[in-house]
């Protein structure tokens, strides 16, 4: 491991677009120690191409071209090569300010946490608009992260017009190695969404407290042809996939009671963006496939459970809308005999 060094893991796929301006502004770091790590993970353009031109003209940079085995399997294998005393992770359609990562290494080298978290951009074609976190301190210790973090990133508090919501992406840390490798932390396979959240709210649960630097660092850009912002026929399958793993992380550290509301609100919410994404007219899934993927998710036994248990606290007009919800679902789809939980 060298001292002093930050392995940035970059995960590839078909970014031609973007990747560029991402490399540009990893290059321009006012912090120099860095190993820039480009896992290609077999895209079909000519982001390879761009990737070993930016080696040639940069000794820093390392490529790895992979067949496609998904994000999560490429970001494991930065984590597995790289040499840094620290890690951080960047987007391939995403770009950093220049003093990021020696802003985040300054944090780190004045405490004995092994994260440190940033504020970010949220950009389109129209504005960049800054995500700020909604508390003061410098650094949160293990109860406090749960209580402003993990609480925030597992689902919102309520449904309202205004709720705080902490988005759980690695991009927006930089993470001592010894502390990935000693929790063994790592992203899960076969999880192609918010496999990140997964990987932070783990982090975040093994660590006795962690730094934030309130400036705002790096821009995520929304990509509409990103997993997150296309049709994904998949999607659901996925979702239920982040939701089961999130519910046992949370029963497993002693939580449940504290975020059984939360992880409801997760589910409910993940019900509703599902079957938007079914009714996305520019999927190329077959109308009769998303009509069984959405009488599917509305027959869902354990959306019912979680209706019926779920405690709205803002808004009662919510709970009227959601009662008629279960109704109408009920009334087309009665509640099959199950003992699921």
């Not at 031109?53 to 994000?71: F, H, Q, T």
């Not at 679902?329 to 199950?338: G, Q």
């Amino acid at each position: 491991m060298r001292v002093n060094t930050i392995s940035v893991i970059v995960p590839i796929y078909n970014a031609e677009k973007y990747l560029e301006k991402c490399l540009d502004s990893l290059i321009a770091q006012t912090y120099k120690e860095l190993e820039i790590i480009l896992i290609n993970d077999g895209s079909k353009d000519n982001s390879l191409t761009i990737c070993e031109c930016y080696k040639e003209a940069d000794p820093r940079i390392k490529v790895i071209n992979k067949v496609n085995e998904g994000v999560s399997v490429a970001r494991n294998t930065g984590i597995e090569v790289a040499t840094g005393e620290y890690i951080g992770f960047v987007d391939p359609d995403d770009w950093v300010e220049p003093e990021m990562y020696e802003t985040l290494y300054k944090r780190l080298q004045n405490s004995d946490y092994p994260i440190c978290l940033c504020n970010y951009f949220k950009d389109n074609k129209r504005a960049s608009t800054p995500k700020l976190f909604e508390f003061e301190e410098a650094c949160l210790e293990h109860d406090q992260i749960i209580d402003k973090l993990i609480t925030n990133m597992i689902g919102i508090e309520d449904i309202t017009p205004k709720y705080i919501y902490v988005m759980g992406s690695v991009w927006r840390g930089l993470y001592r190695k010894s502390f990935i490798d000693e929790q063994n932390l790592r992203f899960k396979k076969g999880i192609s969404i918010m496999e990140d959240l997964i990987f932070m709210v783990q982090a975040l649960l093994s660590t006795e407290g962690m730094c934030i630097e309130h400036s705002v660092q790096y821009h995520y850009v929304k990509n509409p042809k990103s997993v997150l912002h296309s049709y994904n026929k998949n999607m659901w399958i996925d979702q239920v996939k982040v939701h089961n793993t999130l519910e046992e992380i949370v029963i497993a550290a002693g939580l449940e009671e504290k975020m059984r509301n939360r992880l409801d609100l997760r589910y409910i919410s993940m019900a509703f963006s599902s079957i938007f994404n079914e009714a996305n007219i520019s999927g190329k899934a077959k109308l009769k496939n998303r009509a069984e993927t959405i009488k599917q998710i509305c027959t869902d036994d354990k959306l019912k459970i979680v209706m019926d248990r779920v405690k709205f606290i803002q808004k009662p007009n919510v709970q009227v809308k959601i009662s008629e919800l279960k109704e109408f679902i009920n009334e087309k789809w009665p509640r099959r005999n199950t003992s699921s939980s």
